[in-house]
């Protein structure tokens, strides 16, 4: 018998890429890396290991990928609800960014972050914020995947006071990370309200010299649109494919408002897109049109968007707002059926970050960042169909385990990598520090 590092033994396990369940399978783990996946009475015939972990009424799928958020505003969930999102960022948001944000800040918010992603089932996530240093040691300690954006805008902020501030320490960032096995820069130009076309022209340059992806919010809401209409005589997607970002190398977050002319650059450029759907329902920002664009064989993952506006970082309630959302708004209950919610959450995320041969899918060769989700359970019984289940039933306190490459981060509910108690106690203090100062509505 070969003996290997690991074998997981599991109920089902959901793929990404098959999709029919397999029952009763194994995963065969070496160094961090699915070596095989078989039926369980084969691998017991094959292989042995010290580490065998069965979880017969568990189904086992690939490592969820939050591909857009602001993780170190989870110290900001609940400070300004209900409003829109211009009168929440000027008055409200920006205001205490300014006065609190800072390294230690974004450290602790951004470990009390991918403490609820990965109790959530999250194993990579794609930020956009501010001090990205203090993200990437946070994620360094926690074992997560990373990819974190060079945030760049044409004002101030705590971070930097000049966009060639901003391109200065995001180079640097990049300069020490580019060879960590799970920390990936990216450029991160906020929005065409907030970056004008010489910077968007020197980004699109640092990305061709880098090979970077860049991540941006575009068309985000209507009034963005009619403002770039106004100022520039073109709607932003126009504006952005005159400069040459619209690419398969852009990840365009939102995009909520797209007429014909739109449609026609995408479907001909192919950028990849990420849909938030309970941020843009909580701000009433507009609705993507996931239906056509993934008609138009467009790759369109999933994102939560930043706690402050959403008000959770869960994939999993993620996943079934949008497949809800989307037969609401076509009025079809088979648009957007539960495997593709998963896939969007899964694959499609990892395609839109360029790391689908790494992960995204459970496969022979690919990383081991898997997660059991418990589903022998009242909220979730009986099982007929094991991925309906998951996305239209299964709640976050249903997941049990997490790895990153064969590292387990979350074992049976609890932490293994982070401190839970000290965690919550960092959240209460800075909770008292930010409430102290009235930025509330």
């Known amino acids: ?59 086992m799928i690939p490592g969820l990928i939050n591909c857009h958020t602001h993780i170190a505003m989870n110290y900001f969930r609940g400070l300004a609800d209900d409003l829109a999102l211009m009168n929440w960022l000027n008055h409200y948001i920006w205001p205490a960014e300014k006065k609190w944000v800072s390294q230690e800040f974004v450290y602790d918010a951004s470990l009390f972050a991918m403490a609820e992603m990965i109790r959530c089932g999250t194993t990579c996530f794609n930020d956009m914020y501010f001090f990205l240093q203090a993200t990437a040691e946070a994620a360094d300690q926690a074992g997560i995947r990373a990819h974190i954006g060079i945030t760049v805008m044409e004002f101030p902020t705590r971070w930097a006071a000049t966009t060639d501030e901003y391109i200065k320490r995001g180079l ?43 991540n941006l919010h575009l068309h985000e809401t209507a009034d963005e649109v009619n403002q770039s209409v106004a100022e520039v005589k073109k709607r932003p997607i126009k504006r952005l494919h005159d400069l040459g970002l619209i690419t398969p190398d852009l990840i365009a977050i939102h995009m909520t408002e797209l007429n014909d002319e739109d449609l026609a650059i ?66 079809n209950p088979e648009t957007l059926a539960a495997k593709q ?63 990153v490459m064969g590292k387990q981060l979350l074992k049976n509910r609890k932490l293994t990598t982070l401190d839970e108690p000290m965690l919550m106690d960092k959240a209460r203090y800075w909770a008292k520090k930010i409430g102290s100062t009235g930025f509330t509505p």
């Open 1 to 59: 018998m070969e003996h290997v590092d690991q074998l997981i033994h599991a109920k089902w396990i959901i793929t990404s890429e098959q999709d029919t369940p397999l029952e009763n399978h194994a995963l065969v783990i070496q160094q961090g890396i699915i070596k095989a996946i078989l039926p369980s009475d084969m691998a017991a015939e094959h292989y042995e290991s010290n580490v065998v972990q069965r979880y017969p009424s568990h189904m």
């Open 172 to 214: 640097d960032f990049y300069e020490a990370y580019q060879n960590h096995p799970r920390i990936k820069a990216t450029l991160a130009p906020h929005a065409p309200y907030t970056v004008a076309d010489q910077t968007f022209i020197k980004i699109k340059e640092i990305a061709d010299r880098h090979q970077l992806k860049i």
């Open 266 to 331: 995408l479907e001909k450029t192919k950028p990849n897109i990420v849909h938030c759907p309970e941020s843009n329902m909580k701000l009433a920002s507009g609705v993507c049109p996931v239906a056509t664009l993934d008609k138009m064989g467009l790759n369109v993952a999933l994102g939560t968007d930043g706690a402050a506006s959403n008000n959770d970082l869960n994939m999993l309630g993620e996943m079934r707002s949008a497949a809800f959302l989307a037969k609401l708004t076509t009025k």
């Open 341 to 403: 919610a998963l896939a969007m959450a899964t694959l499609h995320s990892a395609k839109a970050l360029g790391i689908d041969s790494l992960t995204g899918s459970i496969s022979v060769d690919k990383a081991a960042d898997l997660v059991a989700i418990q589903l022998d359970e009242i909220e979730t019984l009986p099982v007929y169909h094991p991925i309906s289940q998951l996305i239209y039933a299964a709640s976050r306190h249903q997941v049990t385990d997490v790895w």
